[in-house]
């Protein structure tokens, strides 16, 4: 869901699974590659460590710095595009994820902000978000992804 001004997109799913096993699949390299299309993550898993994204061609797609790490409840991002100009020239986004423990199952909420209106990152991000998260959702609940790795173009 985007606000009516396109400054945030939040996306909320419910997954089956544990507070720890979520939080370790939002954390371990390995595992976000098989969600992610095959973006993999480095970083400094604390609050104030680098943190980036490299495609699957090695080019950095994103960088930022952890500003929340509260492990098995919340991870917060300071996070800016690196290899689309348009989108960089936005500047920096605050993507924050949130998980909660709900009977067998645990909420994860995905909120990514901008403080600028009508971004055309939050717009970008509104499409990625759900193919990454649907892939999270199936691979800890059945153990494969819906989605594939794709190609990313500047």
Not at 53 to 72: C, H, N
Not at 105 to 114: D, E, F, I, P
Not at 130 to 153: A, D, F, H, I, M
């Amino acid at each position: 869901m985007t606000d009516a001004n396109g400054s945030s997109f939040v996306y909320v799913t419910y997954i089956r699974t544990t507070p720890e096993r979520l939080w370790s699949a939002l954390t371990s390299p390995d595992f976000v590659q098989q969600y992610w299309l095959g973006v993999r993550p480095e970083a400094e898993w604390k609050t104030g460590g680098a943190w980036k994204l490299v495609l699957p061609d090695g080019r950095v797609g994103d960088t930022g710095e952890i500003v929340a790490f509260e492990p098995t409840k919340r991870l917060a991002i300071r996070w800016r595009n690196e290899f689309m100009p348009e989108l960089k020239a936005e500047g920096w986004s605050l993507c924050t994820m949130e998980v909660e423990p709900v009977g067998e199952a645990v909420k994860l909420t995905v909120t990514h902000a901008m403080e600028r209106e009508g971004t055309k990152f939050i717009g970008a991000v509104s499409a990625g978000w759900p193919q990454v998260l649907s892939n999270l959702k199936s691979l800890l609940e059945t153990g494969s992804v819906v989605l594939p790795s794709r190609e990313y173009r500047p």
